[in-house]
């Protein structure tokens, strides 16, 4: 069974850093692209970050450009994305999310984690 279970979420003070996990099971990573994904309350779910399986290509959302960074460990079979600099803006809930070889928006996604929540505030 294909399972995503992201890990390290909390509650960080503005302009603090929080690393998130996606372990992966299931399938072999090597071959899937991962993509995090957040949805605050009363908004749509957004891509955050993705990156492409064997290239390692990576996207970001402009909000995140220079303050988060994504990489993977197909050996530990955990994608990371690493969060500096956060602001109030970024509390929501984070996923994480896997398809075949090429990133893809939040409709082309095959297998979701549940989510983990990312709280900035003071």
């Known amino acids: 069974q294909v399972q995503l279970v992201e890990s390290g979420g909390g509650l960080v003070q503005p302009g603090g850093s929080l690393r998130l996990s996606c372990a992966a099971s299931?399938?072999?990573?090597?071959?899937?692209?991962i993509g995090w994904f957040r949805q605050a309350p009363g908004k749509e779910r957004e891509g955050v970050s993705c990156?492409?399986?064997?290239?390692?290509?990576?996207y970001y959302a402009d909000s995140v450009k220079g303050r988060f960074t994504i990489s993977r460990d197909n050996a530990k079979k955990t994608v990371y994305l690493q969060m500096n600099s956060l602001k109030p803006g970024d509390t929501a809930v984070y996923y994480c999310?896997?398809?075949?070889?090429?990133?893809?928006?939040?409709?082309?996604?095959?297998?979701w984690g549940k989510g983990a929540l990312v709280t900035v505030s003071s």
């Open positions: 999310a896997a398809t075949p070889h090429y990133c893809s928006g939040v409709g082309g996604m095959d297998y």
């Open positions: 299931g399938f072999t990573l090597d071959y899937y692209a």
């Open positions: 990156i492409s399986s064997s290239d390692g290509r990576t």
